[in-house]
């Protein structure tokens, strides 16, 4: 049976405000992008396309891969499946949006190799962490044909609809947050530039710096130590004398025991052991949101994409991520260094301690505001400078 691979562009863009199809992500298009990194695994490659707006448009010049236009347009994802299956020849296909960068390639032949071992499964899908099918990233056969056509006709587009009739085949095995990363608005784009630019330096021009991870232009820094060497106390102390110089805040902590949020018998807890993936919490003064993820921990990529607008993101902990940290020392309890080098900004200590870097107080936390302040405003500056590039 052979495999094919469609790369879906038929989505509107609107949040986005422009064709994500044609953005740069490095040093081609995101389009271009996505066909260099899946074709090592899939020899025919197809775009698919809901309705061109240019005519004269020719992506097979443009990318070497034919394009297939919905036979159906404005129904959504089922459109686009339905189109390709019915059009080209391949009895397996591979569907991948065209706005997840970091999906793997590896995996998307994985899920095509289960459907050819497994020849009566009209499906292979995976789960994100939240445990909800991923229909833009799977595997399909034309078993499906029949019954889309029939849907379609009786107007009923809701991919699910299929898998209530032809249960797919999940593979569960782990998947990275990455691979489940997408890029519908412009500060996810930036976050995703910045992602591919640390993951491989070389697709950028040197003077690109993505040193800072962060979504879109917010600056992040983590300040590290020894369990117990009073991060949370520093920090407790540090978040006023930010707030008085009108910063907004976001701060990231991780548990490694665990934490319960909500409480037994309340409207959100009854939510959550009903089954429902994200419970959020709103009233005048705050907003809570509570995502469930089973098994693995989150990444923290995924973690920061989820914050908006505030001027610094604080995490405590992530000693092993690679971002700017500031490391806390303690006299008699934590008097080394663990961090890395290349990452370290700054120290806060209570002991006198040689280094070429800037050393902070440790019982002064007024004393590192200047510095963090001036760390944003480089921060910035790098961003609007390669915006501008």
């Not at 071992?117 to 099918?133: V, W």
């Not at 849907?151 to 990455?178: M, N, Q, S, W």
């Not at 989150?298 to 989820?306: G, I, S, T, V």
């Not at 209570?350 to 070429?356: G, I, L, Q, R, V």
């Amino acid at each position: 049976m052979e495999h094919a691979l469609v790369i879906l562009c038929g989505g509107k863009s609107s949040r986005m405000g422009t064709d994500k199809t044609f953005l740069p992500f490095g040093a081609e298009s995101l389009l271009k992008y996505q066909i260099r990194r899946f074709r090592p695994y899939f020899s025919n490659i197809y775009v698919s396309v809901q309705d061109k707006h240019d005519k004269n448009f020719d992506y097979e010049s443009y990318c070497g891969c034919r394009e297939i236009q919905d036979l159906y347009p404005g129904i959504g994802p089922m459109g686009g499946l339905y189109s390709c299956l019915k059009q080209i020849p391949e009895d397996i296909v591979y569907f991948n949006a065209v706005d997840t960068p970091f999906s793997d390639p590896g995996l998307a032949m994985r899920l095509c190799e289960t459907l050819e071992n497994q020849p009566d499964a009209p499906a292979c899908l995976i789960r994100n962490p939240q445990g909800r099918l991923q229909p833009l990233q799977g595997a399909y056969t034309k078993k499906l044909l029949p019954l889309m056509e029939k849907l379609i006709t009786e107007g009923t587009y809701a991919l699910r609809a299929l898998f209530d009739v032809f249960p797919p085949v999940i593979c569960d095995t782990f998947h990275k947050e990455e691979q489940f990363f997408n890029m519908n608005d412009m500060q996810a784009y930036y976050y995703g530039l910045r992602q591919l630019a640390a993951k491989n330096p070389g697709e950028f021009p040197s003077g690109f710096s993505p040193s800072v991870s962060g979504p879109g232009d917010i600056p992040v820094l983590s300040f590290t130590a020894r369990s117990g060497t009073g991060k949370t106390t520093y920090l407790e102390k540090l978040i006023p004398l930010l707030k008085k110089e009108h910063l907004r805040l976001a701060v990231l902590k991780h548990d490694a025991h665990g934490f319960q949020m909500d409480k037994p018998g309340k409207d959100s807890y009854r939510f959550t052991c009903a089954g429902a993936d994200h419970v959020i919490l709103t009233s005048a003064r705050q907003t809570a949101a509570i995502f469930s993820h089973p098994g693995e921990n989150p990444d923290l990529p995924f973690l920061l994409a989820q914050i908006r607008n505030v001027d610094l993101i604080i995490t405590e902990g992530y000693k092993l991520e690679n971002m700017p940290k500031i490391e806390l020392l303690r006299k008699g309890y934590h008097e080394t260094p663990v961090s890395n080098p290349q990452n370290r900004l700054a120290l806060v200590t209570d002991f006198p301690y040689e280094t070429s870097l800037p050393v902070f107080d440790l019982n002064s936390p007024a004393d590192i505001v200047p510095f963090i302040r001036s760390y944003i405003r480089d921060y910035k500056k790098a961003s609007l400078s390669s915006d501008a590039d």
